[in-house]
Structure formats: structure tokens, C-alpha cells
């Protein structure tokens, strides 16, 4: 059972351009959340979405990020017109439909560096 | 103030050495705690989780809950240079949002 995936590992980004995170929950889990890692600092929510539906998304900057979970395909995590304090790494998680709240299970993350 | 507080460290034992780790938060609606093992440069992992006060042991770590004092502990014994790693608390409301502490950096020394 392959874990979450996340992809890519790494993104380079000049200012002002787009960065598109991709994350494959592991099979059967219909729950996603994307965190934002900055150097020296813990793991920070952003978003937490099922299938078509975002559920809490108090974390995301109310600005040029935006993230779906769609009926078939990966969850996207966008950010558009990226600036260098958006350089960080950017982990997914998934759990199981119904599961405890304990069950977050994290993939490798995005580094993404905005030059 | 943070909802979590964990000291980052670094922290620096022999091999050997009993570890421990800790945490406070502010905020009694959190009711399940986990600790998350982070190797540089890779996804955390989850190492303990639990959801009442009091201990939990698993091997060579042990996860303590005290509710009242708001604070959490992971404690692990006999470390090895294979449990250097960072760290993390976190912890879950009922709403399935979680919140990290900063993350402890640890190296066991050989």
C-alpha cells in the first residue's frame, strides 16, 4: 500500500509565477490537509478538505492560494504570483474516511524555493 | 501567545541517556496528542498518540498526558544515534485541524 505522495519533491519559482503542489492520499482515504513548514518553525494547517469539498481552510492566506481535492485525481495546493516568504516546505497528509483524529499519515512534502 | 509551545532546542544526550521532551498548550478543547519523529528533510512520521491523560508506553518511548497542567511529555529511553531526529507535538481539537509545536531538535551522540 504506497503511502502519500506528493510531487514534485522539489519546485524552483521565480516571482510572480505559479506554483501547483500536487498529493495522492493514500489509497482509501478521502480526507486531505496541507501544511506549510518554514525553517526552524513547526508545521503550520492550512487547509483541510474531503472529496469536492473544502472543509476548514482557516489557515490559507486569504490571497493567491487556493487548494481543491477533486472527485478523481490528486489534491492541488495553487499558489499564484509566488513571492520569496511563500519558500517553504509543504506537506500533505490523509486519513480514512471516518478514522480517528489521530490518523493523519504525512507524505515526503514539496520544497518549494521562490527565487 | 502560541497555542502550542515547544522548547526547539537543540537538545544534544549521550547514547544511552533517558530524552525528555515537552510540550504546553493553551487551549482545553484539544483532547487527542500525538508526537511526530521528522528526519531531516523528510515527512513526520507518527511515533505516539493518545487521547486521555495519563501514560502510554510503547518500547523504548512513553507519551504522558496531564490535562489539568495542560502539558504533554514523550520520554525516551535508552536512545540510540538512530533517534536523532526533530521532535513534534501536535495536538487535535474535535474538528480534525492540528496543531504542531515548533518541534524539538535532538542528536544522540555515540
Known amino acids: 500500500n504506497a503511502g502519500v505522495m506528493q510531487n514534485p519533491r522539489h519546485l524552483v519559482r521565480r516571482r510572480g509565477q505559479e506554483a501547483r503542489l500536487r498529493c495522492s492520499p493514500m489509497k482509501g482515504h478521502s480526507h486531505v490537509y496541507w501544511y506549510r513548514q518554514l525553517p526552524e518553525e513547526g508545521l503550520k494547517f492550512m487547509v483541510y478538505?474531503?472529496?469536492?469539498?473544502?472543509?476548514?481552510e482557516s489557515g490559507m492566506p486569504k490571497e493567491r492560494f487556493s487548494a481543491e481535492f477533486p472527485k478523481e485525481g490528486p489534491s492541488i495546493l495553487r499558489i499564484q504570483q509566488v513571492v520569496r516568504g511563500d519558500s517553504a516546505a509543504y506537506f500533505c497528509?490523509?486519513?480514512?474516511?471516518?478514522?480517528?483524529?489521530?490518523?493523519?499519515?504525512f507524505g515526503p512534502g514539496t520544497r518549494l524555493t521562490v527565487l | 501567545q502560541k497555542e502550542v509551545e515547544q522548547d526547539p532546542g537543540p537538545l544534544s544526550v549521550p547514547e544511552g541517556a533517558i530524552v525528555s521532551l515537552n510540550c504546553t498548550y493553551s487551549?482545553?478543547?484539544?483532547?487527542?496528542f500525538m508526537w511526530y519523529r521528522q528526519y531531516s528533510r523528510k515527512g513526520p512520521e507518527l511515533l505516539m498518540y493518545t487521547y486521555s491523560s495519563g501514560n502510554k508506553e510503547d518500547g523504548r518511548f512513553t507519551a504522558q498526558v496531564d490535562k489539568s497542567s495542560k502539558y504533554i511529555s514523550l520520554f525516551i529511553r535508552d536512545s540510540q544515534p538512530s533517534d536523532s531526529a526533530t521532535y513534534l507535538c501536535a495536538m487535535i481539537r474535535n474538528n480534525n485541524d492540528m496543531r504542531f509545536g515548533a518541534g524539538t531538535r535532538l542528536t544522540v551522540k555515540p
Open positions: 487551549n482545553s478543547a484539544f483532547q487527542y
Open positions: 497528509a490523509s486519513s480514512p474516511p471516518g478514522g480517528a483524529s489521530d490518523t493523519q499519515y
Open positions: 478538505l474531503q472529496k469536492e469539498n473544502i472543509i476548514d
